[in-house]
Each structure stands twice: as structure tokens, then as C-alpha cells.
């Protein structure tokens, strides 16, 4: 079956726009997870999802938000972007809630400048 | 709170030679553990993973984790490397939210 999927791949934004991200989970999985992967932060938690609702979420400003769609579709949205915003963003979906022990699938990320 | 330390930021190791890259855990519960491997420009893919039980698990490409509670340990090995195992390999502690350590680079030297 088809994995977790980002789109898009790659963007260039330019300082103090807004941009959007799609992540479409494993068919059937209902949480999604988003991650930003910097070489100087390494890999850190954004916020969680399950069943439309935030679960969960990291220690990032407010200009990072998400939602979840009643198909699972997810989306982050990061406004008024700032150059430390260039990263790796990835989305990872599992079957169920994260501490129900559930194995957490990621997808091929999408890449972020910010020029 | 939760934090994974990979001390060795790079390895390099020569084919065929056997592996072992080091992870240490901070947790206030049975951990959920995990091991991932990144190539470069890709995404995660999961090595393999301990909840519970046997404390040696087996993962893909014949890798494999042995969980040491009394260390705060989850050690991943492999007998014999191939070139295609070079890559970035990280550790990851989580139940609700997964944290990582920042990673082992691994170099395979023919």
C-alpha cells in the first residue's frame, strides 16, 4: 500500500510569506505527526493529530499551526516565515495514537528555503 | 522529560566489518524505543522498534537492538556491514511524541 506522501517535495518561499504543506497518511492510519529537521536543531516534534483534533504539540511559535481533515489529510502551515525556518519538514502517520505503542511511518519530507 | 544521546556523531567502519552504533535514554516509564535510518534527501524508515518483552529485537536488514534497562540502553548492531548501510541512524525515544537523538552518520569504507 502507499506510504506516507508530502507534497510539495521542494519550495522556495521568500521572508514573511506563508506557506502550506500536505501530508496524506497510510491509508487507514487516523494519527498524524509533523517534524522539523534542521542540521542545527536535529529532529524535532511540531504537533500531533488524531481524529481532527491536536493532541499534541512541541515547543515552536505560534506561526506554526495545523489541522487535520476528516480523511486524515493533514496540513501545516507556517506563517511570516523567517530564514530559520528553512528545514526538512516531515510527516509521519501511525495506525492509531502514539502511546498505544503504534509504529510510526514517515514520509519523504518536504523541503522549505526560505530566501 | 524525555532525551535520547547518540555520543558518536560519525562512524566509519570497513565493509564487511561488524557495527554497533550507541544509544542512551532518558525516560520516566517503559520507554518505546526505536531506531530509524535516513539517507540522504529522504525521509525516516524505521529499523525496528521495543515495547516490550524480549529485550533483543530483530529489524530489517539485519539489523538488531538489544534494550538494557539497567544502562538506559538500546544499542543498535549488525555482523557485517555492506556499503548500502552507510547512511544517518537515529534513535528515538516516545509514547505521545518521539524524541531523537542527533544522530550517527556511518561511513562504509570498501
Known amino acids: 500500500k502507499a506510504g506516507v506522501t508530502q507534497t510539495p517535495r521542494y519550495l522556495i518561499k521568500t521572508r514573511g510569506q506563508q506557506v502550506t504543506l500536505s501530508c496524506s497518511p497510510i491509508s487507514g492510519h487516523r494519527s498524524v505527526s509533523w517534524y522539523q529537521q534542521t542540521p542545527g536543531q536535529g529532529l524535532q516534534f511540531l504537533f500531533e493529530y488524531f481524529s481532527e483534533t491536536q493532541r499534541n504539540k512541541g515547543n515552536f511559535p505560534g506561526r506554526f499551526s495545523g489541522r487535520q481533515f476528516s480523511n486524515s489529510r493533514s496540513e501545516m502551515n507556517v506563517s511570516t516565515l523567517e530564514l530559520g525556518d528553512s528545514a526538512l519538514y516531515l510527516c509521519a502517520s501511525s495506525l492509531d495514537i502514539l502511546y498505544s505503542g503504534n509504529t510510526i511511518y514517515f514520509g519523504e519530507g518536504s523541503w522549505l528555503t526560505v530566501v | 522529560a524525555q532525551s535520547v544521546t547518540q555520543p558518536d556523531i560519525h562512524i566509519t567502519v570497513s565493509e564487511g566489518a561488524s557495527l554497533e552504533l550507541r544509544c542512551n535514554y532518558s525516560y520516566g516509564a517503559t520507554p518505546y524505543l526505536f531506531w530509524y535510518v535516513q539517507s540522504p534527501g529522504q525521509g525516516l524508515q524505521l529499523l525496528l522498534k521495543?515495547?516490550?518483552?524480549?529485550?533483543l529485537v530483530q529489524g530489517i536488514k539485519g539489523f538488531e537492538a538489544e534494550f538494557k534497562r539497567s544502562q538506559s540502553s538500546f544499542n543498535l548492531r549488525k555482523p557485517s556491514v555492506h556499503w548500502s548501510d552507510a547512511a544517518e541512524y537515529f534513535c528515538a525515544v516516545g509514547a505521545e511524541k518521539l524524541t531523537f537523538g542527533t544522530g550517527t552518520r556511518l561511513t562504509i569504507i570498501p
Open positions: 521495543y515495547f516490550s518483552g524480549d529485550t
